[in-house]
């Protein structure tokens, strides 16, 4: 099993910054794509950033520019530094990751509990 926990969220104005980190714990072989969702209410969660074990990332459109994933393999840890936030980037953002555990060396997804992010305006 894998366990993801972030951490990191809070109450931002506009123009302001925050960074996210998300630690894996577990019986984890090894742990392929990592990323950043975020969900509002009423609306399905949507990929915010993604990346990859050697360090290819892919972003949403929305926050090009913005925001800069990152991870740190040695302590199966995924950071999202989100600057110049928006009101709509308002959500709770989720950690995620794809991984091999020892005892069921299939890729599955896990989740993390969900952090709130609040951008004033």
């Not at 925050?18 to 969702?37: D, E, K, P, Q, V």
């Not at 928006?86 to 952090?115: M, N, S």
Request: proline letters at 2%.
């Amino acid at each position: 099993q894998v366990q993801l926990v972030e951490s990191g969220g809070g109450l931002v104005q506009a123009g302001g910054s925050l960074r996210l980190s998300c630690a894996a714990s577990g019986s984890i072989f090894n742990i392929h794509t990592m990323g950043w969702y975020r969900q509002t209410p009423g609306n399905q969660r949507k990929l915010v950033a993604t990346i990859t074990s050697g360090g290819s990332t892919n972003y949403a459109d929305s926050v090009k520019g913005r925001f800069t994933i990152s991870r740190d393999n040695a302590r199966n840890a995924v950071y999202l530094q989100m600057n110049s936030l928006k009101f709509e980037d308002t959500a709770v953002y989720y950690c995620q990751c794809e991984a091999l555990t020892i005892a069921t060396p299939i890729l599955r997804d896990y989740w993390g509990q969900g952090t709130q992010v609040t951008v004033s305006s």
